[in-house]
């Protein structure tokens, strides 16, 4: 089993899983089609974190940046993510989308996903980040009526966007990109940041497993 591997695992991991359109043209593709090539990798990875027993898995959709890209790409990555929610409601986890909602850019069959929906045994908390901003995360702090300015150290980080989603411990971005491109950055305070050359669509379960690893020889202080 996989989990005899490791003596310390992180409770919350991130995914960026980047490098779709350079896959594409690498291997000779139109730049779109390398978003429905990251679905099985996704897959792949849900087996994995269930095997391990990682308690929650977030992985970066499309950002409100990105739906400056052309109309082709646009369409092909908003049909990844909801292919890929599909994929994953009806099994063992609890499912939730995070993003504007309120956009005509967010796909509309991700609406009922926007709170959280638990499906069979609960075995995993799996955060989707959709049409999302982390200007638009912070300022549903300030938007939000609970907000008091007289507690606001207290108050803001439960009233952001995402507040339902818990720290993240280890980000991992495929595709050879050193940046975190507005990854929940109150979640991702502390985390530490593993970068995998690899495109997405080439995943494979030991490049995993080497971040893992990795993780493992980290001195996690949180500051202290």
Request: hydrophobic content about 40%.
């Amino acid at each position: 089993m996989a989990w005899q591997k490791f003596k310390r695992l992180p409770k919350h991991i991130g995914v960026i899983p980047d490098g779709n359109r350079r896959w594409s043209v690498n291997n000779g593709m139109p730049k779109e089609a390398g978003y429905e090539k990251g679905l099985q990798p996704g897959l792949m990875l849900y087996e994995l974190c269930l095997e391990l027993g990682i308690p929650e898995l977030t992985f970066y959709g499309f950002t409100q940046d990105n739906t400056k890209r052309p109309s082709i790409q646009r369409k092909a990555f908003q049909k990844a993510c909801v292919d890929a929610v599909k994929l994953l409601s009806n099994r063992d986890a609890s499912l939730l989308v995070i993003g504007d909602s309120t956009s005509p850019l967010f796909p509309t069959e991700l609406v009922p996903f926007i709170k959280r929906h638990t499906f069979g045994k609960d075995l995993i908390k799996i955060n989707f980040l959709v049409n999302y901003g982390w200007k638009w995360d912070l300022n549903k702090a300030l938007m939000n009526r609970d907000y008091q300015a007289e507690d606001q150290a207290g108050n803001i980080i439960n009233s952001i966007a995402s507040a339902d989603i818990s720290r993240v411990d280890l980000i991992i971005r495929w595709g050879n990109r050193r940046r975190l491109s507005g990854f929940l950055p109150v979640q991702s305070i502390y985390a530490d940041f593993y970068v995998v050359d690899e495109m997405w669509p080439n995943f494979t379960p030991e490049q995993f497993y080497q971040a893992l690893r990795w993780y493992e020889t980290q001195d996690v202080t949180l500051g202290g």
